[in-house]
Nanobody, 120 residues
Framework: QVQLVESGGGLVQAGGSLRLSCAASGSIVSISQMNWYRQAPGKQRELVAEISSGDSTNYAVAVKGRFTISRDNAKRTVYLQMNSLKREDTANYYC??????????????WGQGIQVTVSS
């Protein structure tokens, strides 16, 4: 019923920038928390950034000062601006939204993931 689709990933040189987008579709009544996660090969998935419905944000220590999360409620979209990229940022990136549906129930919906590769 709810689909999240990421875009904006790809290959970039170290020191460069990328902007990820994640847009939701479906019969959504409300969106609360929006998050970005990432997972590198052989490593555990980690929370990169999160943003609340009131625009409060939190970042992983590894990306703080380089990444910025933002949201556009009208477009039902979350963004992740990634600057000063490092090889350590190479991973599959996933968005997740906490959404409420017409039934009144809340769910955490996940995107399929998008690859970000940083080369030297």
């Amino acid at each position: 019923q709810v689909q999240l689709v990421e875009s904006g990933g790809g290959l970039v040189q170290a020191g460069g920038s990328l902007r990820l987008s994640c847009a939701a579709s479906g019969s959504i009544v409300s969106i609360s928390q929006m998050n970005w996660y990432r997972q590198a090969p052989g490593k555990q998935r980690e929370l990169v950034a999160e943003i609340s419905s009131g625009d409060s944000t939190n970042y992983a220590v590894a990306v703080k000062g380089r990444f910025t999360i933002s949201r556009d409620n009208a477009k039902r979209t979350v963004y992740l601006q990634m600057n000063s990229l490092k090889r350590e940022d190479t991973a599959n990136y996933y968005c997740s939204f906490l959404v409420s549906l017409l039934s009144g129930r809340w769910y955490t919906s996940w995107g399929q993931g998008i690859q970000v590769t940083v080369s030297s």
